[in-house]
């Protein structure tokens, strides 16, 4: 059982990336996702989540705006569209599944228990 986040890279400010969240060996519309982020010397930020049963979503302040997470469900996968990059949205990406059930969609971090290795965001000129 695997959770992946890919799309990462370079990007310049005030440009665009979709990374995606993609399981194997589960299916990702019965659980409550989660994405976040962490920059060197820092802790790891929920930025955005979205429910597995009525499609709510929520956001960290810091994006609002400028960020949308989805699902494909036929595609098994989890997207997080990030519009106006800033240098500061410089981390490091990690998709999460709460595999509990436990939980509503939160940005905390505690509330997850499945975690994917992460995908770099660097945006800089």
């Known amino acids: 059982v695997q959770l992946q986040a890919s799309g990462g890279g370079l990007v310049q400010p005030e440009g665009s990336l979709r990374l995606s969240c993609a399981p194997s060996g589960f299916t990702l519309d019965r659980y409550v996702i989660g994405w976040f982020h962490q920059a060197p010397g820092r802790e790891r930020e929920g930025i955005s989540c979205i429910s597995n049963s009525d499609g709510r979503t929520d956001y960290a302040d810091s994006v609002k705006g400028r960020f949308t997470i989805s699902r494909d469900n036929a595609k098994n996968t989890v997207y997080l569209q990030m519009n106006s990059l800033k240098p500061e949205d410089t981390a490091v990406y990690y998709c999460?599944?709460?595999?509990?059930?436990?939980?509503?969609?939160?940005?905390?971090?505690?509330?997850?228990?499945?975690w994917g290795q992460g995908t770099q965001v660097t945006v800089s000129s």
């Open positions: 999460a599944a709460d595999l509990s059930g436990l939980f509503g969609p939160t940005l905390i971090a505690a509330t997850y228990n499945y």
